[in-house]
Nanobody
């Protein structure tokens, strides 16, 4: 069984910073892409950033230059450093991992962590 556990969300003032972490555990053979998505109230879930096993990254236009995604392959952990936060960044942030387990290749999601930016 595979689990993704997020941490690091919270309440921050506009212009502030937060760092999210997501650790994958369980019967993992390898992890391909890891990423962060977010869902604001009344909106669809959207991609924030992804990173491959070789550290190739992709960002949503709305966060480029402010957010940085990174990963520690030895710890099966992905991070999201969020700087210059804006009120519109308020959302539940979800971690995602496309990984190989003994049952094959599957996509897994974390439970989500709330990020609230006050203006």
């Amino acid at each position: 069984q595979v689990q993704l556990v997020e941490s690091g969300g919270g309440l921050v003032q506009a212009g502030g910073s937060l760092r999210l972490s997501c650790a994958a555990s369980g019967s993992i053979i390898s992890i391909n892409v890891m990423g962060w998505y977010r869902q604001a109230p009344g909106k669809q879930r959207e991609l924030v950033a992804t990173i491959t096993s070789r550290s190739s990254t992709k960002y949503a236009d709305s966060v480029k230059g402010r957010f940085t995604i990174s990963r520690d392959n030895a710890k099966n952990t992905v991070y999201l450093q969020m700087n210059s936060l804006k009120a519109e960044d308020t959302a539940v942030y979800y971690c995602n991992a496309d990984l190989v387990s003994p049952t094959g290749l599957s996509s897994y999601w974390g439970q989500g962590t709330q990020v609230t930016v006050s203006s």
